[in-house]
């Protein structure tokens, strides 16, 4: 019975820190209010809304479940920054970096993303419905479940499935040349 009540302790402590070990800094909010830079900090949960992150510098910050909806973020640096679950809704990312970032299960609609870098970031299951999309980079994005901004949602296969094929057929019904090795999809 001893076993049980000591076991059972050892777990919640184990638990409780692991959940504080996950929140918010109160310490790294000041530092990026005070100074708009605050790289590997631990902002996660917080409430960013409206605020005026422009030219901020959040490099590998954990922004986990943050709420920063109608924020500016405008050229700021979020390379390798944590925002899975965040709230994004009518923020302004236009010309930020989010090199590698984690936005995975994001909400982002509405928002500018106008000349954006996404490059190898993941987007599994965001919503970016409504968003501006101009002279955005997505180049290597993982766009597995994700919601378009035309509202369509993407495919439940990862984002190199369509150009590798595991099973590539001899095609060449679509090429005038007759050039053998055209992939042909959908047969």
Same mark, same amino acid.
């Given at each position: ?10 777990? #919640? !402590? ?7 070990? #996950? ?5 790294? *909010? ?17 409430? *960013? ?11 590998? &910050? ?26 994004? !809704? ?35 299951? &965001?919503?970016? !419905? ?27 296969? #990862? ?7 595991? !099973? ?5 019904? #679509? ?13």
């Amino acid at each position: 019975m001893n076993i049980k009540v000591a076991t059972t302790t050892v777990l #919640f !402590t184990f638990f409780g820190l692991t959940a504080q070990a #996950f929140a918010l800094n109160e310490q790294d *909010l000041e530092l990026l209010k005070t100074t708009n830079v605050c790289p590997r900090c631990d902002l996660s949960g917080a409430d *960013l809304s409206r605020a005026n992150l422009s030219g901020a510098n959040l490099r590998d &910050a954990n922004l986990k479940g943050a709420n920063l909806s109608q924020a500016n973020l405008k050229n700021a640096d979020l390379t390798s920054a944590n925002l899975e679950t965040a709230v994004l !809704t009518s923020v302004n990312l236009s010309g930020a970096s989010l090199t590698g970032a984690n936005l995975k299960s994001a909400s982002m609609e509405n928002a500018n993303l106008t000349s954006t870098g996404f490059i190898g970031a993941n987007l599994e299951a &965001a919503n970016i !419905t409504g968003a501006k999309v101009l002279y955005t980079n997505f180049r290597g994005a993982n766009f597995r479940l994700t919601t378009m901004p035309t509202g369509l949602v993407t495919s439940d296969k #990862f984002y190199e499935w369509s150009l590798q094929r595991p !099973t590539q057929k001899e095609c060449s019904k #679509f090429t005038a040349d007759k050039v053998p090795g055209t992939t042909c999809y959908g047969e």
